[in-house]
């Protein structure tokens, strides 16, 4: 293939008729000796190749030698090959035989240098080399004769030496003899070049790298449709117009691309074939070469002659023989590997020992010469140890310039690595802080793990007090209140104020739990800038506009980095609890493109989780579930840390409003760390969780979820409603335990909190009102119609359907049939579009049933059961359940799984999905969720 593609380059074929040419002239009886000459992969040996047909086509007997299979050379092996051509007579290989054996017992006592140096073979050889020409003359003079030397450097001495004898003795006889070196390889006797020279009717010709011109036609050779010039030139960068380069890379493309159409052009591909043919190419550069491109490789950007004589030990001029040599192969451009592909195939073609050696000496080199950080540490990292005194300091400033190039991953690499080099606990403990800062961008869960060991120095008092800063603002991100709060305590006197950043005040921290307190204009907006519980509500002179406006700057302005990504999310954290959800909607998406375009996996999974509470405040259930899913994955294995709560629960949530009970369940039974109900991330899980046991008519359970976490959030200083309007939802599962009179107070209290309120607390609020006031009375009608309008303000399509769907039950209620119908219908489409689908077949089949008024036709647990929660059924029902259907039935309304009952009662699933078909048909429902409340029963009871 090779020898097909180099025949349509102009500068092979030339040197080609230029071999043939000397070869006719030999014909005519006048001895040629010519001297190929080229850097390895260039062509040589097909050049010669090519002559060698083409003397055979003339009648020549061909003898050839080739030097690359003579790995330990002895004397005169490389004449032996001779003996092995097929066109050699037999009785010339006799003779020859007993020339090249009475010639090695002869030469034996003297060095091959010795017998290569001398102008003639001294005395005891001379008869060998005689008996050899003879030989040779009586070939000669039966038919022309060929002789190729291949890989001239690897040939022994003693075989250049014959040949040199013969042909000055048989000047003029139709002898040709075409020798093959490379350039680029250091010659054993520097008198050769000179000697041959000398010799009559000899020559040079020089075999050159192939120019863009070449490379095209050599592509083009190869392919139906012309190469564009822009990605010739890349094919022949990359080779250096190295033929043998060129050949193997486009191998390894053709492999790789599969292009639709035979013969079509193919992209570039560096695989192991053109690999291979690059160190093949140093190795025959001779050990000068190999030696400077391992050097090179050491080096990599930093590479330079002077650098390269300091590593390597070696002189200036030899250096730059040796930087020639390699631009000549093609696999070098001024002091640097031509790619770093071919960079790591020498370092992996090193010794490991070898390499990790040559990597520190490197270091130390750039050190002492005043390099970038970046370049020392470098060398440290491919070393694999940070012992000199000035390593760690270096190893913490290359980390600070990774992550401003957005390479994260090198970051966290160098500050491991100056973590292991540290052995004064404090000392390490600060490492893995900065550590922990920068894994943030890549995997929050294993920032957080990285905490640990300064906290356990921050307990031990070892932990230098210019770091507690740091660790409070991580422990902050992580939803670890209390720890930061007890952080921040163990300050010295003079670190206590100032010195903790401006986004997280100090005084809410300092305070005891229990402690009341009231936000002031002083303090910050957004307290947890990560964990979405970061809007403080605006005085109450301060109609919210201004704070907006001060939230949309930073999105806009702010480039994100790691300084600043702490107000960006803490300003989109402002634009979701106002309200403003479309404005977050744009910056989210942007935000969520560009961590991506950063490679920084764990901002990207923060911005998608942000993506995912927006889509769940918008009503958009399908969104907020893909983007929850698309934040659990964004990181793989990061479900250990606690950061995991915040996407876990938006899709929780999701689950539950699309009616998606079983799916909802199987989430909360994924194992969660024991540290995410420690933290503030856990104060979004119990809410989903409690969600979810309020829909499947668990209200006890749910509401011990929902105070808990107000709780909490007293404790930590984080009872903001928007975020978390727990007093909401505990009214709501007091509300489906039939105690109505706790209502009203939660709603007041919750109202007092947040003032002034948002336009979604509102709507819920009213939801509220209306169910715990009289169905006939004209006040439902006007909370539901305010609760309508406050869920459209707010963007809430879903919430704005299940109000809807209240108001229609106040209507039919009231006799306005159509009026209802018409509202069911709108809360349909909503349903339908938010993908709320157990919303949208309770409407869908109260349309059709046209069920009676007090038949709460949303077989849903939400919001939206409200008001069918007041029209309950009593205990006493004229359907008569046996003994073990009521068992079942109270289970079941307590929102226990079938598998879950059977495990109770001691008997079969089978069994207990045959007592809910006869519960179902006997009180003629459809699910579990329409099982009336009354059913309900203590555990005594069923026991």
Not at 390 to 408: F, H, R
Not at 449 to 457: H, Q
Not at 748 to 763: D, F, M
């Amino acid at each position: 293939m090779l020898r097909r593609t180099l025949a349509s380059t102009e500068g092979f074929e030339a040197q080609v008729g230029a071999l043939r040419g000397q070869f006719t002239r030999s014909l005519a009886g006048e001895t040629r000796v010519t001297l190929l000459e080229g850097a390895a992969g260039c062509g040589k040996s097909t050049a010669l190749e090519l002559l060698k047909e083409y003397a055979k086509e003339s009648g020549a007997v061909v003898l050839w030698a080739h030097g690359a299979l003579l790995d330990h050379p002895e004397p005169l092996d490389a004449l032996r090959q001779f003996l092995d051509c097929p066109t050699l007579p037999g009785n010339t290989a006799d003779r020859m035989r007993r020339a090249l054996f009475h010639g090695t017992l002869l030469s034996t006592s003297r060095t091959g240098a010795t017998a290569f140096r001398s102008p003639t073979p001294p005395p005891e050889p001379l008869r060998g080399a005689r008996d050899f020409c003879a030989a040779l003359l009586e070939l000669v003079m039966s038919g022309p004769v060929l002789i190729c030397i291949d890989d001239l450097q690897s040939i022994d001495s003693a075989s250049l030496q014959y040949l040199l004898y013969a042909a000055a003795k048989l000047d003029s006889a139709r002898l040709m003899i075409a020798f093959s070196r490379d350039l680029t390889c250091e010659p054993k006797d520097p008198t050769f070049d000179t000697r041959i020279m000398r010799l009559p009717n000899s020559s040079r010709l020089r075999m050159e790298l192939l120019s863009v011109r070449d490379t095209a036609r050599l592509l083009n050779s190869h392919a139906a449709a012309p190469w564009q010039i822009g990605s010739v030139r890349q094919w022949h960068e990359l080779t250096g117009g190295n033929p043998l380069l060129l050949h193997a890379l486009m191998d390894d493309s053709r492999a790789a691309t599969k292009p639709m159409k035979e013969e079509q052009p193919v992209d570039v591909v560096i695989g192991d074939i053109f690999l291979q043919a690059v160190i093949d190419c140093i190795r025959r550069s001779g050990p000068t070469a190999a030696l400077l491109a391992e050097g090179m490789a050491t080096l990599g950007t930093a590479s330079g002659t002077d650098r390269l004589a300091e590593l390597l030990a070696m002189p200036e001029d030899r250096v730059t023989r040796g930087m020639r040599i390699l631009r000549e192969v093609g696999v070098a451009r001024d002091a640097q590997l031509s790619h770093p592909r071919i960079r790591a195939a020498v370092l992996e073609h090193m010794g490991r020992e070898t390499r990790q050696k040559r990597h520190r000496r490197a270091a130390a080199l750039l050190h002492r010469s005043g390099a970038q950080s970046m370049l020392i540490a470098r060398q440290l990292l491919d070393a694999g140890s940070a012992d000199e005194w000035w390593a760690v300091p270096v190893l913490q400033s290359a980390a600070e310039q990774a992550l401003a190039q957005d390479n994260a991953r090198l970051a966290a690499a160098f500050l491991d690595l100056a973590y292991e080099a540290c052995e004064e606990p404090g000392t390490r403990a600060s490492n893995r802080l900065l550590a922990s800062a920068v894994m943030w961008r890549l995997n929050p869960a294993a920032s957080e793990r990285m905490l640990e060991e300064p906290l356990a120095a921050l307990h031990a008092g070892a932990l230098p007090s210019s770091r507690i800063e740091g660790l409070v603002e991580l422990l902050v991100s992580h939803g670890r209140l209390s720890e930061a709060r007890d952080a921040l305590r163990r300050r010295g006197p003079g670190d206590r104020e100032g010195t903790l950043s401006p986004q997280y005040g100090s005084s809410l921290w300092l305070r005891e739990p229990g402690e009341t307190h009231e936000p002031t204009e002083a303090e910050p907006a957004a307290l947890l800038p990560h964990i979405g519980l970061g809007f403080a509500p605006p005085a109450a002179d301060d109609p919210g506009e201004a704070r907006i406006d001060a939230a949309v700057h930073p999105l806009e302005t702010y480039p994100l980095t790691d300084s600043t990504f702490d107000t960006i999310v803490n300003s989109l954290n402002l634009l979701i609890y106002a309200d403003r959800l479309n404005l977050a909607e744009q910056r989210c998406d942007a935000l969520m493109d560009e961590a991506e375009r950063r490679r920084s996996p764990g901002w990207h999974a923060m911005f998608a989780s942000k993506r995912a509470e927006i889509a769940l405040r918008q009503g958009n259930l399908t969104d907020a579930e893909q983007y929850a899913t698309l934040a659990q994955n964004a990181v793989p294995g990061w479900d250990g840390g606690v950061f995991t709560g915040g996407p876990l629960a938006f899709q929780i949530m999701a689950y539950t409003a699309m009616g998606r009970h079983e799916a909802a369940a199987q989430r909360l039974s994924r194992p969660v760390p024991e540290a995410l109900f420690r933290s503030a991330y856990g104060l979004a899980y119990r809410r989903a969780r409690g969600r979810h046991y309020l829909a499947v008519n668990r209200p006890n359970a749910a509401l011990g979820e929902f105070l808990l976490a107000g709780q909490l959030a007293q404790r930590w200083g984080v009872d903001w409603p928007a975020p978390l309007p727990w007093r909401l939802d505990a009214a709501e599962a007091w509300l489906q335990l039939g105690e109505r009179d706790r209502v009203e107070g939660l709603i007041e209290a919750q109202l007092r909190v947040g003032s002034p309120t948002t336009s979604r607390t509102r709507g819920t609020a009213l939801l509220l009102r209306a169910a715990c006031a009289n169905p006939k009375s004209k006040d439902v009608l006007l909370h539901l119609t305010q609760a309508v309008r406050e869920f459209q303000q707010c963007g809430d399509r879903l919430e704005t359907a299940r109000a809807q769907v209240s108001l229609a039950h106040a209507h039919r209620r009231q006799g306005h049939t159509d009026r209802a119908r018409g509202l069911l219908a709108s809360a349909a489409r909503v349903a339908r579009k938010c993908g709320a689908d157990g919303l949208y077949v309770g409407i869908a089949r109260a349309l059709r049933d046209d069920r009676e008024v007090n038949r709460d036709p949303v077989p849903d647990g939400a919001v939206v059961q409200l008001l069918s929660l007041q029209e309950a059924r009593p205990s006493g029902f004229t359907v008569k359940l046996s003994r073990s259907e009521s068992r079942v039935a109270a289970l079941a309304v307590d929102g226990y799984s079938n598998r879950e009952i059977a495990a109770t009662l001691y008997i079969t699933v089978s069994t207990v999905e045959q007592h809910l078909t006869k519960i179902y048909r006997k009180l003629g429902i459809r699910s579990r969720q329409e099982l009336p409340t009354g059913l309900r029963s203590t555990v005594t009871e069923i026991a």
